[in-house]
């Protein structure tokens, strides 16, 4: 149980609506944005650039220095991770004081933003294929970094949006509830028995 705000980190892969839902979930919370990948573009160039200068080993170790930084203690940022963040160990390690959401998806869903998208290094050759390869690698590592998984397949962002809003609640008061010292009747909220 935390006690203190703790950054709101969206784990998934690649165009599984990460950024847009970010920005807009800061924006209902009050809280600033932190897309990493974007962060990385900013001081460094562009990924592909990165790829090809630094290799997947290069841009790996930046993005691990970014992703630390917006997941400092004390910070309560909504923060976007690359898909293949969760790779780096020490970034797994991060996330243990964050409240992560793993964004799960499918293929369909995410088809229509990958394949006119021709920055993405890591899909070059076969979109798809590529995709669904790195999904089953990384969905592991997803699920044991996540506090709340949030199917997405199909489903338009401001269905998300109100989903993960609703599931956060939920939380918020099951940690409230679990957090009395003895609980009685009276004390529980109606429509809140968890």
Not at 36 to 64: N, P, Y
Not at 122 to 139: F, H, K, T, V
Request: net charge neutral.
């Amino acid at each position: 149980m935390r006690q203190h705000p703790v950054p709101l980190v969206l784990v998934g892969p690649m165009a599984a609506g990460k950024t847009a839902l970010g920005r807009t979930l800061a924006t209902r919370r009050g809280a600033a944005f932190v897309d990493t990948d974007r962060r990385i573009v900013e001081r460094h160039g562009s990924i592909a650039r990165i790829f090809a200068s630094r290799g997947e080993a290069g841009f790996r170790k930046l993005e691990a220095a970014v992703v630390r930084k917006a997941l400092a203690p004390g910070g309560s940022a909504v923060v976007a991770l690359g898909g293949g963040a969760v790779l780096d160990a020490g970034t797994r390690a991060a996330l243990k004081s964050a409240f992560v959401v793993f964004l799960d998806t499918d293929l369909p869903t995410v088809l229509p933003r990958i394949l006119p998208d021709t920055g993405r290094p890591l899909l070059a050759g076969d979109p798809a294929a590529r995709w669904l390869e790195l999904y089953e690698q990384r969905r592991p590592l997803y699920e044991e970094v996540a506090d709340l998984v949030i199917d997405t397949r199909g489903r338009a962002l401001p269905d998300v949006l109100e989903q993960v809003l609703r599931r956060l609640d939920d939380l918020t008061d099951q940690i409230q509830q679990a957090g009395e010292i003895q609980p009685t009747d009276e004390s529980r909220t109606p429509g809140h028995d968890h």
